[in-house]
């Protein structure tokens, strides 16, 4: 199949045609709940799902970002049935990370503010290709003896064998975006943040590697993608999006943030 490229058409049968452990990483969100207008297209889920599994590489990595709609006063708990499901089929739940949104749309609702998605990181065996974030550590340069608990559960201080705090450290997995930002006028109603793709992009893939979005909308994935030195393949039903995404791409500066 054609690298760096956006194909149109059903992401499902498209996958067909795809060769077995081809992918290195998938970044995707896909239309759920019927949040997103998508003139009347739907998906087959399980479908979509197995395919991943099957294309995806040995220490490949799914990163799945959904959220719920609230029906009838209650959450519909989708995102919670799909991650399942990625697991029955043999998927690992890497990581449950949360996409916290710093400007969220307000709600007139009995409820709090809806200010996050879920961003699952699945993949097969142990991903192969681990490259996280780093901050720095607020207690760089410093030797921490801290407290620790005896066996018998009373606190005491720990002297004389202190660990030597490191310059930087991990960071969470509660990862914070200002929403409707970096879209360079996509025109789509559901663009995730730029940085959100180029975060795991960077994450668990490296140069060189294969990046998939099945249901790439205006194609954020596959742009970050090329900015960072790796292949691409989108696939999008919608022609009008896949229009979109090609310009985006072909328009891609230098610098984007």
């Known amino acids: 199949m054609e690298l760096n490229k956006i194909i149109q058409g059903d992401c499902l049968e498209v996958m067909k045609q795809m060769p077995d452990k081809s992918i290195?990483?998938?970044?995707?969100?896909?239309?759920?709940?019927?949040?997103?207008?998508?003139?009347?297209y739907s998906f087959d889920f399980e479908g979509i799902v197995r395919e991943l599994f099957r294309v995806t590489k040995d220490g490949?990595?799914?990163?799945?970002?959904?959220?719920?709609?609230?029906?009838?006063?209650?959450?519909?708990?989708?995102?919670?049935?799909?991650?399942?499901?990625?697991k029955e089929i043999g998927f690992n739940l890497?990581?449950?990370m949360i996409y916290k949104k710093e400007n969220p749309m307000p709600l007139n609702a009995n409820r709090y503010e809806n200010a996050f998605e879920y961003m699952f990181v699945f993949s097969i065996g142990k991903p192969k290709s681990v490259n996280l974030k780093k901050e720095k550590s607020k207690l760089a340069g410093i030797t921490n003896h801290g407290t620790f608990y005896k066996k018998d559960g009373t606190l005491t201080k720990k002297f004389g064998s202190g660990k030597f705090v490191k310059e930087e450290k991990v960071i969470s997995n509660i990862w914070e975006y200002p929403v409707g930002h970096n879209t360079d006028g996509t025109g789509h109603p559901a663009t995730f943040p730029i940085k959100l793709a180029q975060d795991h992009i960077l994450s668990w893939s490296n140069e060189g590697d294969l990046v998939l979005d099945p249901m790439c909308g205006s194609g954020t994935t596959c742009k970050m993608a090329k900015h960072l030195k790796r292949n691409f393949i989108g696939i999008e039903i919608s022609e009008k999006y896949c229009k979109i995404?090609?310009?985006?791409?072909k328009a891609l500066p230098d610098k984007l943030f």
């Open 245 to 249: 995404a090609e310009a985006r791409i």
């Open 94 to 96: 890497h990581d449950t």
């Open 24 to 40: 290195d990483i998938t970044v995707t969100s896909p239309p759920y709940d019927n949040l997103r207008d998508y003139h009347g």
């Open 60 to 86: 490949g990595v799914v990163v799945w970002v959904v959220g719920d709609a609230t029906i009838n006063g209650s959450e519909t708990g989708t995102s919670f049935k799909q991650a399942l499901y990625f």
